[in-house]
């Protein structure tokens, strides 16, 4: 059964830190890329960032450049979200995605692409007070 698990959402202030975890099993994760996705209250999804496991290529949406850092653990299968200076803003259920690389990163870039990804987790839920 393919399968994506999120992990490390919770409650954290203004200008703290987060790492999310995405554990895949069911699927041979080295021919994938995982993406992360959000989607706050009353908005629609949104790509934050996503890594290629074959060769490590990252991308980042410019709302979280040079704060958060995607990176990933080939031999545990799991993709990390470290997310530091949070903003209220960033407060979102947090979704992990796999899929080819070129359709992440599709997914990641232009709004409403996700809908086109088909692996997805349960979601976890990131909440940043002010």
């Known amino acids: 059964e393919v399968q994506l698990v999120e992990s490390g959402g919770g409650l954290v202030q203004a200008g703290g830190s987060l790492r999310l975890s995405c554990a895949a099993s069911?699927?041979?994760?080295?021919?994938?890329?995982i993406g992360w996705f959000r989607q706050a209250p009353g908005k629609e999804r949104e790509g934050v960032s996503c890594?290629?496991?074959?060769?490590?290529?990252?991308y980042y949406a410019d709302s979280v450049k040079g704060r958060f850092t995607i990176s990933s653990d080939n031999a545990k299968n799991t993709v990390y979200l470290q997310m530091n200076s949070l903003k209220p803003e960033d407060t979102a259920v947090y979704y992990c995605?796999?899929?080819?690389?070129?359709?992440?990163?599709?997914?990641?870039?232009?709004?409403?692409?996700?809908?086109?990804?088909?692996?997805w987790g349960q979601g976890t839920l990131v909440t940043v007070s002010s």
């Open positions: 995605a796999a899929g080819d690389p070129g359709a992440v990163v599709a997914g990641i870039i232009t709004m409403g692409f996700y809908r086109y990804l088909e692996v």
């Open positions: 069911g699927f041979t994760f080295d021919d994938y890329a």
């Open positions: 890594i290629s496991s074959s060769d490590g290529s990252t």
